[in-house]
C-alpha cells in the first residue's frame, strides 16, 4: 500500500496539480501558512485571506491551488497522514522484536506530531470535521488500520487479513479516543492517559493477535 493509495491523494481537490517544483513550493508555502493560522486561531481562523497574508501569496493564487478552504484543510490533513506514517515506518525499523512492540512507536510518533508539529493537535487527520476526511469510502481510523496491517504482513511475512485489520481498527479507535483526551487541555498531554492508551493497546493486540517473535 503507496502513500498515495492509502490516503487517496487523488479525492483531495485542487485547481492545479502541483507537477513543477515551483507549484510544489507554492502549495507547501500555504499549507505551512495554514498549519501555523491553526496554532494561531484555531481551525476557524484559516480563512483564504489570512493564508495569502501568512504566505504573502494572494488571495488569487490560493485559489489557484485549493478552490476553498476545504479543500485546503483536506490536503493539510492528507499530509499530517503522509508525515505520521514516514515516521511510523522509521520508528519500526527500530523497533524491539517484543510482538506488538512496534505499536509503541506509532504512539510515540502521534504523540510527538502533537507536541511539535504545527496545526496537528487541532487538524490531526480532519476527523475533527469529519471521520471520512480524507477518503470519504474509510473512516481515517480504518486507513490507518490498512497501513498498520500491511507493515505488520511485512514484518512476520504474514498476508494481512480482515481479523488483523479489524482488532488494529480497534486498538487505533481506542489510541484515537484517549490520545484526544489526552492532549483536550494539556498540550504535551496528560501522561495519565498516554500510559493508559499504551496498556489498553498494547494488551489488547496481544491477547486478540498473537504473533510470533522476529
Not at 476526511?133 to 490498512?146: H, K
Amino acid at each position: 500500500m503507496t502513500a498515495h493509495t492509502a490516503l487517496a491523494t487523488d479525492r483531495v481537490v485542487m485547481r492545479t496539480e502541483p507537477v513543477q517544483q515551483r507549484s510544489s513550493e507554492r502549495i507547501t508555502l500555504l499549507l505551512d501558512a495554514a498549519a501555523t493560522l491553526i496554532d494561531d486561531a484555531g481551525i476557524d481562523g484559516v480563512t483564504t485571506s489570512a493564508v495569502a497574508l501568512r504566505s504573502r501569496s494572494s488571495v488569487g493564487v490560493v485559489y489557484r491551488y485549493f478552490p476553498n478552504i476545504q479543500s485546503l484543510l483536506r490536503a493539510l490533513a492528507a499530509r499530517n497522514m503522509e508525515r505520521y506514517l514516514e515516521r511510523v515506518w522509521q520508528g519500526i525499523k527500530n523497533s524491539p522484536v517484543e510482538p506488538w512492540s512496534s505499536f509503541d512507536g506509532t504512539l510515540d510518533a502521534f504523540i510527538d506530531m502533537t507536541r511539535t508539529e504545527p496545526g496537528f493537535r487541532a487538524l490531526r487527520f480532519g476527523d475533527v470535521i469529519d471521520q471520512r476526511f480524507i477518503n470519504p469510502e474509510l473512516s481515517n481510523n480504518a486507513i490507518l488500520a490498512r497501513a498498520f496491517a500491511e507493515q505488520v504482513g511485512r514484518t512476520y511475512d504474514l498476508t494481512p487479513d480482515d481479523d488483523l485489520v479489524f482488532h488494529l481498527e480497534v486498538a487505533v479507535e481506542i489510541a484515537s479516543g484517549l490520545l484526544t483526551r489526552a492532549f483536550q487541555l494539556d498540550k504535551n498531554g496528560d501522561a495519565r492517559f498516554i500510559e493508559a492508551t499504551r496498556d489498553l493497546c498494547g494488551t489488547y493486540l496481544r491477547t486478540h493477535i498473537p504473533l510470533p517473535r522476529t
